[in-house]
């Protein structure tokens, strides 16, 4: 079964592709398969990492993490 995430359309750019802590990675949703298929097509994409933020809940628990943003493709 495809699952497709609610306003994302699969056309989205990835411009938004960031690195996280593996500690704050692992405490995340996973990843929807449209943000999977973007993610392995850009640039550094790291399988325990890579998050497109734009699909992240950012909620308290996020508070102070550090955000590395991907390279420019
Ligand atoms: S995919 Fe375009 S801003 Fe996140």
Do not use: I, K, W
């Amino acid at each position: 079964m495809h699952r497709t995430t609610p306003g994302f359309a699969r056309s989205s750019c990835a411009t938004c592709h960031v690195f996280l802590a593996t500690e704050v990675f692992d405490t995340l949703a996973e990843r929807s398969e449209d943000e999977l298929e973007l993610l392995v097509e850009a640039e550094g994409y790291q399988e325990c990492g890579s998050r497109l933020s734009c699909q992240l809940d950012f909620s308290q628990e996020l508070n102070g993490v550090t955000v590395t943003l991907a390279p420019e493709e």
